[in-house]
């Protein structure tokens, strides 16, 4: 499916900051095509509070404020003060499934207690659409940045950013490949370009591919995706969302034998990355719905 001429003109007049900014795009985008209308329209009132993005801007949705929580980050003291929201460092006896962990992980700083407590911000009935306006801007994003392999790592690997590698003859780290280079060099393979086009054209294809099922193979799917038993509980699906990126983490540590990681680290792990950026859509079209529309978008789930 081809990008319409109007997504086209409004990309055109947009800087989509540089996972880096090109993942947080994808996973917004796919999000954007999983929400009820009930939901959409909520959002886009919300949204139209934010001064900081012009009226075209908001046309994306959800994409038009998918970086804005690293931007918060580097803008002042205030902002430096959320940096811990997006990582979690794991013991090594937490990787495993239990109450303890889960009350644990719950009760210190880190991404999983900071989606929880934006989650029921925004969920908060006496919240005013503009104070739903930073929660809303902090859940889009972390709900991304925490499918990212090196944003929940085990205690004492710095997310990577220690693993000096190269890319192309690029010095580089292991952090920065997975939250800008795979995806990067995915887009120009792919789509012949690296700008927002292509960004938003495989955003498309990632929704299609699990839209376009039928109804038992979407069920199926779409479940494995969520990969939480209890979609409505915020607390155990960003809980159980770390740890399934934990030991994601873990099985995707092997090198080549030779500095450059490109291109057989790209060839054994790009499929991980759609995989990822899937996850963090549907992910986040879910909880949006149940915020804003209560209900999830898919009938069964609705159910349980």
Known sequence: MRLSLLLIALLSTIQVHAWASKGHQVAAAIADRFLTQEARS???????????????QRQLRLSSVASWADAYVRSGEKGSKTS?????????????????????????????KAIVEQDKLLRDTATTLGNQLEP??????????????????????????????????????LHEVWDRYLINEYLVDQFKTKDSFAGFEWATQLANSVKNLPK???????????????PKSIEHCAYLWA?????????????????????????QNIDIVAK??????????????????????????DSN
Request: hydrophobic share 40%; net charge negative; with cysteine.
């Open 42 to 56: 909520k959002i886009e009132k919300v949204l139209a509070q934010d001064t900081q993005i012009t009226f075209q």
């Open 84 to 112: 811990a929201w997006h990582y979690l460092d794991l013991k090594e006896e937490e990787r495993d499934i239990s109450d303890e962990g889960m009350e644990n992980i719950l009760s210190r700083e880190g991404i999983v």
């Open 136 to 173: 809303l801007k902090f859940l889009i994003h972390l709900i991304a940045d925490v499918t990212q392999p090196y944003h929940v790592d085990l205690e004492g690997r710095n997310g990577g950013n220690d693993r000096e590698v190269e890319w192309k003859g690029i010095k580089t780290n």
């Open 216 to 230: 038992d193979e979407l069920k199926s799917r779409v479940t494995a995706l969520i990969n939480c038993p209890f």
């Open 243 to 267: 740890l399934d990126t934990a030991n994601l983490h873990i099985n995707a540590r092997d090198f080549p034998p030779h500095p450059d990681l490109y291109k057989e680290y790209y060839d």
């Open 276 to 301: 990822q950026l899937l996850k963090a859509g549907v992910r986040l079209a879910i909880r949006l719905n149940l915020i804003f529309s209560e209900r999830t978008g898919f009938d069964w789930l």
